[in-house]
């Protein structure tokens, strides 16, 4: 487990805009958390903030009580994974090469898998569905079913947190339901979660908490009903939603108002 706290958090990636302004976050170990929002809103440039990726150009990153900025590329992987919209791989790795590279972090340079690294490698791939996939090509694989490849190598890095940038943008609805599945399992297991996805109805079934984002800043941060009112979409997306409590989930609803369809 382990807590995630960002504090006055700013960065540009030119000196015209600012990507992010003055952000302060606070993620409970075994949370899960959605950050949402409009395209451009800052989600994934904060992702790449909390991973080491970007540094921010003010402010300060902690995992616990260690400044990120302090830790090395090989500390940070032993207590983070990503999992990111895009990626690619210059090789024609199968998957569980892909999968395998997950632990990495965790072997010395050179050292044949453990049987801890196998364990870790073969139990990633059955959470992620990816198991019958384990010797084709990850070039050769659906986008859906290399997103879960990708996946299954994060979870196989064992992480305390673990980072997502709209993983469900290539998956079917099923697979949808599954990811999601997957990564409120893990929170509640202990690992957590920070998510950027558009979905506000799944990000509200499967996360704890709801960080809306406009314009590089949090505008709110809480529990989904409190966060996700037509009002705050309205600000946040510039459309008009009905928001509603699901009877038998337990959780709120979120749906485009579209234009009443003419009578025939």
Known sequence: MMRILLQHIS??????TAALQDVDLYVESGAAIALVGANGSGKSTLLKIISGVLQPDRG?????????QALTARAIARRL????????MGFDFTVREVVAMGRIPHRARFARESTSDRRAIEEAMKLADVHALAGRSIRAVSGGERQRVYLAMALAQEPRVLLLDEPTTHLDLHHQVQFMSIVRDRADAGLTVVIAIHDLTLAAQACDEIALMDEGRIVDVGPPEDVLTAA???RA?????????????GTVYVLPALSPRPSR
């Open 81 to 88: 994974a990503m999992v990111s919209q895009e990626r690619s």
């Open 232 to 234: 705050s979409i309205r």
């Open 60 to 68: 300060a990153v902690t995992l616990d009580d260690q400044r990120l």
């Open 237 to 249: 997306f510039s459309v008009d939603v009905v928001v509603g409590d699901h009877p038998s989930l």
């Open 11 to 16: 960065f540009s990636y030119d000196e015209a």
